[in-house]
C-alpha cells in the first residue's frame, strides 16, 4: 500500500502515456490517432508536474509574508508544462488541419487505406 | 496481431521504466537549480511568483523558442488550411436564439477582461500571458459557438500577433544594448508584490498574452472557416 502511496502518480502519469502510445500504436483511424498523441501528451505534462512535487509543498509564490522558500515545489518542471500546454493544443490544431486536408485528398481517414492509394 | 506486438513492445518500455522511476523518489526535492529560483528569486528578479521569473528571466530565451513554436504551428495551419480551392458554399447558417445571442454578447467582454487581469498579474498571482491568452482565446470560442455568423477582424488579430512577438524581441535587444546581454533584466525592480515591479517581467508578459490570444483565436478562426 505504501509503494502505491508513494507512486501514484507516476502510475497515473505513464498509465496516459502508455493509452496513448498503444492508440498510436494499434489504432487505424487518423482522428484517433490524433486523439491518442493528445493523451499522451497529457501523461507527459503530468509526469513533470509530479517530479517537481514536494511532500506537503505549497505553490512557489510568495503572495503574503510569512511563507517559507524551504517548502516550495520545484518551480522549473511548472514552467516547463506551462508553455508545453499552450504548444500542445496549437500542435493538435495543426494535426487536426493536416486531417482535414488528408480525408478531403483521399476520402478516408483509415491509414492502411491511404497508404495503398496513389497519388 | 498488430495488437499483440504493441501490447508486447509496451510492456518491455514499461518495465524499464519502472525499474528507473523506483530510484527517483516522489516528492523529495531533486533539483538543486529549483531551490536555487526558490531562493535568490524574489531579490534578483522582483516577481513573487517564482514560476514567472523563471520562465520570462532565468529562462527567458527558451520562452522565446517556445513562442516561436507556437507561431510555426499557426503559420502551418494557416497554409495548410488555405492551399486548397475553397468552393464558395453559402450554407444557411441557422441564427442562434435570443437568450443564447444575448448571454454571448453579455459574457464575452468578461471574459475578456478576466483573462487581461490574469497576464497582467503575471509575476504576483498564479497566472500569466500563456494562460490569459488561452482564456481570451476561450472568450473567441464562446462567440463562434454562440453568434454564428461573427468573425474577428483578420488584421487586427494579425497586427496583435505581430506586436506581440516584436516587443518581446525588442525588449530583448534593448537589454542587450543597455546591460550587454539578450533579455536583460534592466527596468528597476520595485517593491516586491506591487503591481509595477519586477522589471520587464509585465511587458513581456502582457506582449505574450496578447500573442497567444490572438494566435489562438485566429486556429480557431481558420477551423470554423474550414467547417463551413
Known amino acids: 500500500m505504501s509503494f502505491l502511496n508513494n507512486y501514484i502518480y507516476y502510475i497515473g ?4 502515456i502508455f493509452i496513448g502510445l498503444y492508440i498510436i500504436l494499434v489504432k487505424r483511424n487518423l482522428i484517433k490517432v490524433i486523439i491518442g498523441l493528445s493523451i499522451l501528451d497529457t501523461g507527459v505534462n503530468l509526469f513533470l508536474i ?29 514552467a516547463l508544462v506551462l508553455t508545453a500546454i499552450v ?14 486536408r488528408l480525408y478531403q485528398h483521399y476520402g478516408t481517414l483509415n491509414l492502411r487505406k491511404i497508404k495503398e492509394q496513389r497519388w | 496481431m498488430r495488437k499483440i ?35 535568490k528569486g524574489v531579490p534578483e528578479t522582483g516577481a513573487t511568483n517564482i514560476v514567472t521569473s523563471v520562465v520570462l528571466n532565468y529562462r527567458g530565451f527558451d520562452t522565446l523558442g517556445e513562442v516561436t513554436v507556437l507561431f510555426i504551428a499557426t503559420i502551418g495551419l494557416g497554409a495548410v488550411l488555405t492551399t486548397g480551392r475553397r468552393k464558395k458554399s453559402e450554407r444557411k447558417i441557422e441564427p442562434a436564439s435570443l437568450i443564447l445571442y444575448t448571454g454571448c454578447r453579455f459574457l464575452f467582454p ?20 500563456f494562460q490569459g491568452g488561452a482564456i481570451i482565446a476561450s472568450a473567441f470560442v464562446l462567440i ?44 528597476p525592480k520595485g517593491i516586491p508584490n506591487s503591481l509595477f515591479s519586477a522589471g520587464i517581467i509585465p511587458i513581456i508578459y502582457i ?22
Open chain 1, 13 to 16: 502519469a505513464f498509465g496516459l
Open chain 1, 50 to 78: 509530479s517530479i517537481g512535487y514536494v511532500k506537503r509543498g505549497t505553490a512557489p509564490i510568495f503572495s503574503r509574508p510569512g511563507i517559507e522558500a524551504a517548502r516550495m515545489v520545484d518551480p522549473v518542471p511548472q
Open chain 2, 5 to 39: 506486438i504493441g501490447l508486447l513492445l509496451l510492456g518491455i518500455v514499461a518495465w524499464g521504466i519502472a525499474v528507473s522511476l523506483t530510484r527517483i523518489p516522489f516528492g523529495a526535492p531533486k533539483t538543486k537549480v529549483g531551490r536555487y529560483y526558490v531562493d
Open chain 1, 87 to 100: 504548444i500542445g493544443v496549437a500542435v493538435l490544431a495543426l494535426a487536426l488541419s493536416l486531417a482535414i
Open chain 2, 110 to 129: 468578461l471574459i475578456l477582461l478576466f483573462g487581461t487581469y490574469i497576464f497582467i498579474h503575471g509575476h504576483l498571482t498564479p497566472g500569466g500571458g
Open chain 2, 144 to 187: 463562434y459557438l454562440g453568434c454564428r455568423g461573427r468573425r474577428i477582424s483578420e488584421l487586427g488579430s494579425k497586427l496583435a500577433e505581430s506586436l506581440g512577438g516584436l516587443i518581446f524581441v525588442i525588449v530583448g535587444l534593448v537589454g542587450l544594448a543597455v546591460g550587454g546581454y539578450f533579455l536583460i533584466n534592466f527596468l
Open chain 2, 207 to 228: 506582449a505574450i498574452g496578447f500573442k497567444v490570444g490572438s494566435e489562438l483565436s485566429s486556429i480557431i478562426d481558420k477551423l470554423v472557416e474550414e467547417t463551413e
